[in-house]
T-cell receptor, first 114, second 111 residues
Framework: NAGVTQTPKFRVLKTGQSMTLLCAQD?????MYWYRQDPGMGLRLIHY???????AKGEVPDGYNVSRLKKQNFLLGLESAAPSQTSVYFC?????????????FGPGTRLTVT | EDQVTQSPEALRLQEGESSSLNCSYT??????LFWYRQDPGKGPEFLFT???AGEEKEKERLKATLTKKESFLHITAPKPEDSATYLC????????????FGSGTRLLVRP
């Protein structure tokens, strides 16, 4: 199993450009999440999905959109990138379970917006 | 508001010098508390889950404990390879299973 993979690993955008980050998991997990990590601020939740075809807003959703058309994929879109979106983006997934279960994280995408 | 605070922000230890990292939390309802290790340029790696006050988990030189207001990650006789950022996160009692993270403790163990 590859676990959670993210594409691309690095990207540089100019202000106003758009892009899509892809997260894929091969563990048949129901729940998927997008976080951003900034220095000194830990990980903050952008959007999440509790199943195929569903999405919901997290703590910092502004400027981002997401889609979960297939169970194994969770896409994060930036329609008009801003320098404030320079960050490292992590995707995570978890299977459905009755108790708390660990989230499996991808390796991250480092995005710079100039 | 649900909140997680970790201290200290950074910690430098000599090899073999034991210490503890703190994670204090304020949540409406705790489903579980997680500890993760994060190496530079990588995603967080799961270490422990604690579900109720009084619970303890151990793995090699690490031991995690939980009270009603905080968790400690004890590091016994650390080695340089234990150097990493340690993240604490809580999972609240809702249907999303989302995590609320602290800002982490950067640990450096010198030989």
């Amino acid at each position: 199993n590859a676990g959670v993979t993210q594409t691309p690993k690095f990207r540089v955008l100019k202000t106003g450009q758009s892009m899509t980050l892809l997260c894929a998991q091969d563990m048949n997990h129901e729940y998927m999440y997008w976080y951003r990590q900034d220095p000194g601020m830990g990980l903050r939740l952008i959007h999440y999905s509790v199943g195929e075809g569903t999405t919901a807003k997290g703590e910092v959703p502004d400027g981002y959109n997401v889609s979960r058309l297939k169970k194994q994929n969770f896409l994060l879109g930036l329609e008009s990138a801003a320098p404030s979106q320079t960050s490292v983006y992590f995707c995570a997934s978890i299977g459905s379970s009755g108790r708390a279960g660990e989230q499996y994280f991808g390796p991250g995408t480092r995005l710079t917006v100039t | 508001e649900d909140q997680v605070t970790q201290s200290p922000e950074a910690l430098r230890l000599q090899e073999g010098e034991s210490s503890s990292l703190n994670c204090s939390y304020t949540v409406s309802g705790l489903r579980g508390l997680f500890w993760y290790r994060q190496d530079p340029g990588k995603g967080p790696e799961f270490l422990f889950t604690l579900y109720s006050a009084g619970e303890e988990k151990e793995k090699e030189r690490l031991k995690a404990t939980l009270t009603k207001k905080e968790s400690f990650l004890h590091i016994t006789a650390p080695k340089p390879e234990d150097s990493a950022t340690y993240l604490c996160a809580v999972q609240v009692m809702d249907s999303s299973y989302k995590l609320i993270f602290g800002s982490g403790t950067r640990l450096l163990v010198r030989p």
